[in-house]
């Protein structure tokens, strides 16, 4: 491959802010409400039109996991957020499971409106696409680039949080950072989620996943596409998961069926993953509408922004969540957030999904948010310091959200008393969360 040099620019450094977060998913917009509802100045950058990530560019529903044996295990702000989407029409959020389904679009405006109001100062349409390292400091950045329609302009931050999911921020920073740490580094395959209407939801057993129990696929459905596949009719798909995760209305129903393996942070695998998906779910609808008779009407409503990713990359961490803190609870010292999401894989080869239950919940260590060599840059969400098999669980949203207040909360502190992110105390840290209505 030839290279070729960039000719050296000025930048318009166009904010400067105490708090900046990178990316609007759901560890995102709540660690950027609980950084500024903190007191630090506080922006937020996102690439897409509206906030969500994955659970509104990428349908991805049902939001998991509030709860375990019906006890709340996630609280302040991101159970605000569902109250606040309930109250609005646009969740359920009292189902045993902690799985909440909800409405994509009132989730967009929620969050929206959360964020503003807590003095957030939001930047839509806007790409992080590089940072600047301190002058003479290792592990400590000074700016990020950002890219939009305004051109290519600079942030000033005192500290920043990584919430785009694929550590983009963390990368660009030379931080060190796993794609998988399985044999083959397989990643989980990507999925583009589609909604269908038109579709007999109350001839549907299990439409809202109110059992623990994330294996549940539709079974005859599974069997049809599986000899379908054998025939050589249909690709590979996963579930399939035919339930009331991104939507919450009668009739509708949303889709996780397509699989795609690939390299969600390689431009060309990620372009063949939209290509081949949105092809796949052509050829699965037809299907779907001839084999069962409660989907014999169904249409398609829409299909996601973009391809779903499950795993890209995660951060080299002070702490790695590993499988036995999941499956073996640890008090840590600095635990700022709980899960007990089962640890489930999807195969990118096949049809299979490998599921390890969990039986209470687990605690979440702040070091896993910290960058080996950081100064001021965390990360939360799906691209903190866990194994494969930690991730497996760790991944959900409810999760992401939780590290994202402790994320912005951690941030905030740290710019209270001028400290690095590696020296805050994770006793304060838990402390303000508890005050503050998070179960740590
Ligand atoms: C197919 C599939 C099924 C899943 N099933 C479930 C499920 O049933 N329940 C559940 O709870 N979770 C599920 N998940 C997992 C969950 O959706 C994600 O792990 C979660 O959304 C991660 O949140 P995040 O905020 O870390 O990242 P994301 O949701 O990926 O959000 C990242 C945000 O950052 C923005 N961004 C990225 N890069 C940049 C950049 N360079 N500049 C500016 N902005 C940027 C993105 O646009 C996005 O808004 C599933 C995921 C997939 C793909």
């Not at 939009?148 to 950072?177: E, L, N, P, Y």
Request: charge should be negative; glycine fraction near 10%.
């Amino acid at each position: 491959m030839t290279k070729v040099k960039e000719s050296e620019k000025q930048l318009q450094v166009v904010a400067e802010t105490d708090v900046l977060v990178c990316g609007g998913g759901p560890a995102g917009f709540i660690a950027a409400i609980a950084a500024a509802r903190n007191g630090a100045s506080t922006m937020l950058v996102e690439r897409y039109g509206f906030l969500g990530g994955m659970a509104t560019v990428g349908l991805v529903g049902p939001i998991s996991k509030f709860r375990c044996k019906g006890e709340l295990i996630v609280g302040g702000i991101p159970w605000e957020f569902i109250q606040r989407m309930e109250r609005n029409n646009g969740a359920i959020a009292d189902l045993p499971s902690g799985n909440i389904p909800f409405d994509p679009e009132v989730y967009k405006l929620i969050a929206m409106q959360m964020v503003r109001e807590s003095g957030v100062d939001l930047l839509l349409h806007a790409y992080v696409v590089g940072c600047i390292q301190e002058e003479k400091q290792d592990g400590k950045l000074s700016h990020v680039i950002i890219e939009s329609k305004s051109g290519r302009q600079a942030i000033h931050a005192k500290m920043i949080i990584d919430c785009t999911g694929d550590a983009d921020v963390a990368a660009q920073a030379g931080f060190d950072f796993e794609r998988s740490n399985s044999e083959e580094g397989e990643t989980q395959p990507m999925t583009l989620y589609f909604r269908m209407g038109g579709v007999d939801t109350d001839r549907i057993d299990k439409l809202l996943m109110s059992h623990d129990d994330t294996k549940y696929a539709h079974q005859r459905m599974k069997e049809a596409l599986a000899r379908a596949r054998a025939d050589g009719l249909l690709p590979n798909f996963g579930g399939p998961w035919l339930v009331h995760g991104s939507t919450i209305q009668k009739g509708e129903v949303s889709a996780n069926v397509t699989r795609f393996p690939g390299n969600a942070i390689d431009v060309r695998s990620l372009t063949e993953a939209e290509c081949m998906t949105r092809e796949n779910m052509f050829q699965l609808i037809p299907f779907m509408k001839e084999v069962l008779p409660e989907w014999k009407d169904a249409y398609l409503i829409s299909s996601s922004t973009q391809v779903g990713i499950r795993e890209s990359r995660r951060i080299k961490g002070l702490y790695q969540m590993t499988a036995d803190d999941i499956l073996t609870p640890q008090p840590f010292p600095d635990s700022v957030g709980k899960g007990a999401h089962p640890i489930d894989i999807h195969s990118s080869k096949d049809n299979t999904q490998h599921v390890v239950f969990v039986e209470e919940p687990y605690n979440i260590a702040y070091r896993s948010l910290v960058p080996v060599g950081s100064v001021n840059v965390l990360v939360a969400g799906r691209c903190v310091s866990a194994t494969k098999e930690a991730f497996g669980s760790m991944r959900v949203q409810a999760q992401c959200m939780a590290l994202g207040q402790a994320a912005g909360t951690a941030a905030a502190l740290c710019v209270r008393h001028d400290c690095a992110v590696h020296g805050l105390d994770g006793a304060e840290l838990r402390e303000v969360l508890t005050i503050q209505g998070a179960i740590v």
